[in-house]
């Protein structure tokens, strides 16, 4: 298997969510491995919920680079990932087409609907055109592996200052876009629906992206 779906959950509340979102991906793409990159020790009957369960510890302060770590090691098994935020609940399985993009791109992102760090001083560094993308899901391939890499080096020197409003913590956002801006890797600008924040489902959605999507678990 060259391909995978990759579910990053440090804590438990957020391998609940996951799990709830696997099912989902399942049913809902061919020929693809679930995979979940977790701190939690997971029973035998949860286990099995993935094809491949990858365990690290965040020794990290930020658990935003927890996710971009492992981003990272899913690479030494797959070729092309779909990097899924844990509220991703992917709808159609037309969402797969994102693995046919990257046959000819290494990365594949949708727009952010806002911009988290437009005041900084960095974020003024590269043109003001350049957009700013949500990393609630990723689509890229082995090619991008350096600039993951230096996606954790410039979110952890924290020049973007942007918290996270629910979490307290500086939002990855701004580096995201500074690193794809000078990595020269073949970036595909995806449609709206493929990561659709919208607060209620609809029947063009691909992946629905929001807290509606989580039920209480």
Known sequence: MSSAILFSAFGGKFVKHAIHCSR???SNTNDVDVVLHTTEKLHKNVECL???VIYKQNIWRKTFTYRIYGMIDILQYYEKIIYVDNDVIILSNDFANIYQVLDNHDVAVTHAKHRHSDGDL???MIP???PEF???VIGYTRNSLNM????IDIYNSDIYKHPMHHRGEMHDQGAFREVVYKSGLRVCTLPEHYNCKSSTATCDMYAWHHKNAIKKI
């Open 134 to 136: 949500n990393c609630g």
């Open 128 to 130: 003001e055109c350049y």
């Open 148 to 151: 993951l890499k230096d996606w």
């Open 24 to 26: 989902f991906a399942k």
């Open 50 to 52: 993935f094809d491949r």
């Open 122 to 124: 960095a974020y003024s």
